[in-house]
């Protein structure tokens, strides 16, 4: 989350987390993440010197750890108005 902003009261203690590791993640510069039974989807937005597919491999990376078995996790890349 940007620095000095706090999400909603109704983001769970997960959510929470996975938005501020992402965010913590060289380049991120906004992020949006959906949670669903089974399913988690990161979208992020980098910088203009930062390539897509190397945002979208860092994030992965970072939120490894988080990961739970036999959930699937999607990765994208937001437009200019999807924060």
């Known amino acids: 989350m940007p ?12 959510l929470r987390r ?17 949670e669903m039974p089974g399913r988690v ?17 860092r994030v992965e990376l970072a939120v490894a750890p988080l990961r739970e078995p036999g959930e699937a996790w999607d990765f994208g890349i937001l437009g200019d108005g999807d924060d």
């Open 3 to 14: 620095s000095g902003s706090a999400p909603p009261p109704n983001f769970t203690p997960r």
């Open 18 to 34: 996975t938005l501020e590791v992402v965010y913590g993640v060289e380049g991120v510069v906004a992020a949006r993440v959906w």
């Open 41 to 57: 989807a990161v979208g992020v937005r980098g910088g203009n010197i930062t390539s897509p597919v190397e945002l979208i491999r």
